[in-house]
């Protein structure tokens, strides 16, 4: 299985990103779609999620009203459009997906940068 992201990279305060995360090689029925984010010295950190089937999405706070998710079905791909972004937004960002098939089943992606700073 393999969750390939790109998008990362180095922007300005206010500046936006937009991250990509492509799903392959698994097998069963996505439930869920993620991205994370861990800043150094601090824990990995919910971003956003999207759920399968009613695509019902959730915001961390601290991203609400300036981070989009949102779910390509027909190529497995999340997206994750930034706005407004914040120093505070630097992490490297982890997608993540689980599977259902016989059981649950979690992968995540390797991980992609992003720093804001002027």
């Known amino acids: 299985v393999q969750l390939v992201e790109s998008g990362g990279g180095l922007v300005q305060p206010g500046g936006f990103l937009r991250l990509s995360c492509v799903a392959s090689g698994f097998t069963g029925n996505i439930l869920r779609m993620s991205w994370y984010r861990q800043a150094p010295g601090k824990e990995r950190e919910l971003v956003a999620s999207i759920v399968s089937g009613a695509e019902i999405t959730n915001y961390a706070n601290a991203v609400k009203g300036r981070f989009t998710i949102a779910r390509d079905k027909s190529k497995n791909t999340v997206l994750l459009q930034m706005n407004s972004l914040k120093p505070d937004d630097t992490a490297v960002y982890y997608c993540?997906?689980?599977?259902?098939?016989?059981?649950?089943?979690?992968?995540w992606g390797q991980g992609t940068q992003v720093t804001v700073s002027s």
């Open positions: 993540y997906l689980r599977v259902l098939r016989v059981s649950f089943t979690d992968y």
